[in-house]
């Protein structure tokens, strides 16, 4: 059990969850009349929203991690990609050199690499965080079917929808500059002796 709990640390289930409120969110709104004939007490709601978007949360990010974005790094990761990319970075040269002095922590060059990776860790958390958000709203949004009376044919709940193909394109394009940085940090010198 000790290394299950070692394996979600605090900082992942605080991002899952944000991530999973998304879910909740989006669940309400795309469902309110349901809610409002449910006649809850708000602590009951809160209470639950908060496990659910805990659950929604982790769960996503694992379906993520582990079926989608296994297509999207081949895609990042690809000959023809990285060549894209030399042509349209979406981040000057300039952030980049700013970027390299400030996340290069110490004097020594393995100090420096440490500190570069560690930011580029932190980015990518950010990132991954806005597409489990977006499959958060998305999929909050499009369940409107669970918990209505099958006669009720209800559509998707556009602005959701529209709202998490944004959360998708921001995700795309940090991920993008992402892999750009790591490019060019790739074939800078320092390393680790």
């Known amino acids: 059990m000790d290394s299950i709990i070692k394996t979600f640390p605090l900082s992942f289930l605080l991002r899952s969850g944000f991530a999973g409120t998304f879910f909740v969110l ?70 980049i050199e700013v970027l390299e002095v400030l996340w290069s922590d110490g004097e020594k060059p393995c100090e420096k690499l440490q500190g570069r990776m560690k930011h580029i860790r932190r980015w990518a958390d950010y990132t991954h965080l806005q597409y489990v958000s977006a499959l958060c709203i998305g999929i909050g949004s499009l369940d409107r079917d669970i918990s209505i009376d099958k006669q009720m044919s209800r559509p998707p709940y556009w602005p959701l929808i529209i709202l998490a193909a944004f959360f998708v394109v921001a995700a795309l394009v940090s991920d993008w500059r992402l892999h750009r940085v790591r490019e060019t940090f790739r074939t800078t010198k320092g390393g680790c002796a």
């Open 26 to 95: 989006s669940f309400w709104v795309a469902n309110q009349d349901i809610f409002q004939c449910l006649n809850l007490q708000h602590s009951t709601l809160i209470a639950g929203g908060m496990l659910i978007a805990l659950l929604s949360g982790v769960t996503l990010y694992c379906l993520h991690r582990s079926l989608l974005y296994p297509f999207f790094e081949w895609g990042f990761n690809a000959t023809w990609a990285s060549d894209i990319r030399n042509c349209c970075p979406l981040i000057s040269d300039n952030t």
